[in-house]
């Protein structure tokens, strides 16, 4: 029997979820009067030893545990079930920083930044219109044996769930697509009340923007921060081998004090622009989104350290004009860098 404990976020590990994901899943399973403990074991697992601390649960091992359950529970829709026991303390910190989120635009890009804290199977990226949001949702090509319908629906809904409590109750969603398939979309269709489509490239929930910018009535604008901090420090710590964290420690420490582009980062880390290019794509990553992440770290940084002009922040942040500036910041958190320090003081 494996032990669920033994597995930790690293890359040299197997991909994994946060245990708490896995003792949801068990008290949707015993909602049906059914033994999670059983089923959990039929899988290889120890459920008991999932209540350690920081312990994970192997993605395979969840697979199964899916498609005994489903047998069991006759519910090929048990990801409803799921949601209806969920809380935001089920993701842990990540929970805590999505509801302490200003609006629900705040807290997507808090669940796209740290999406692999709860499991790190699928790569996570937002896709932005004039009129949409999308979180999406890709299965890495490694990993594409482990995805099912039935895990991958009870995570968009209990993302919605979550998503719907910061917005109080006015997140409309236009679509949710599904790698995979059921024999009926109506239920979902029901719960996310939207077209679900199936058989689609990528699993994507898409949100309609005019209903993800309402501030909530009590952000916690200090926590979230300091959350924000804590799953940072905590993924660096799993994921010291990863190329694409040596190049953010790169980009943080120099982006302040001189020009940096990608060749001089590849010259840093002694190798080739085409190499580097290569294992960050094949960490799901590319060079401009690190980038991207980074600046907005940093502006949000010295934005509401306050001694800093919004002209100083732009420049230092490399962009050639202030405007430039703010239609960047506005991308990353959904509002003007003034309002934004406004907002946090």
Request: proline share 3%; with cysteine; net charge neutral.
């Amino acid at each position: 029997m494996t032990d669920a404990t033994a597995i930790d976020s690293t890359p040299s590990q197997p991909p994994s979820y946060l245990a708490s994901w896995a003792l949801l899943v068990a008290q949707a399973i015993d909602s049906y009067g059914l033994d999670s403990q059983q089923i959990f074991q039929e899988a290889g697992a120890d459920l008991t030893r999932l209540k350690k601390n920081d312990a994970r649960f192997p993605c395979q091992l969840m697979a199964k545990v899916w498609h005994i359950a489903v047998a069991r529970s006759h519910d090929p829709f048990i990801a409803i079930r799921v949601a209806q026991c969920f809380k935001p303390s089920v993701y842990g910190a990540l929970g805590m920083t999505i509801v302490a989120s200003r609006h629900v635009y705040d807290a997507l890009l808090r669940v796209n930044r740290f999406a692999s804290f709860i499991g790190n199977a699928h790569v996570s990226s937002l896709l932005e219109s004039q009129t949409e949001l999308s979180l999406v949702l890709s299965s890495k090509p490694a990993e594409q044996p482990l995805s099912n319908i039935y895990g991958m629906s009870a995570t968009l809904c209990c993302l919605y769930k979550i998503l719907t409590d910061v917005s109080v109750g006015k997140l409309k969603i236009n679509a949710v697509h599904f790698e995979h398939s059921l024999a009926s979309s109506q239920q979902l269709e029901d719960f996310f009340d939207c077209p679900v489509f199936y058989g689609a490239s990528s699993n994507k929930i898409v949100l309609d923007k005019s209903s993800i910018f309402s501030l909530q009535p009590f952000p916690q604008n200090q926590l979230a921060c300091a959350l924000d901090h804590w799953l940072e420090k905590h993924l660096a710590s799993h994921h010291q081998k990863l190329l694409s964290t040596r190049v953010q420690k790169i980009l943080l420490s120099q982006l302040l004090y001189e020009d940096i582009d990608l060749t001089k980062v590849a010259s840093m880390l002694a190798m080739s622009v085409r190499a580097l290019q290569r294992k960050l794509q094949a960490e799901g990553t590319v060079y401009s989104k690190l980038l991207d992440d980074c600046r907005k770290k940093l502006s949000i940084e010295l934005i509401l350290d306050n001694r800093h002009q919004m002209s100083e922040v732009s420049s230092m942040m490399g962009f050639s004009d202030q405007s430039n500036f703010t239609r960047a910041f506005k991308r990353w958190t959904g509002t003007t860098p003034l309002n934004y320090r406004d907002c946090t003081h």
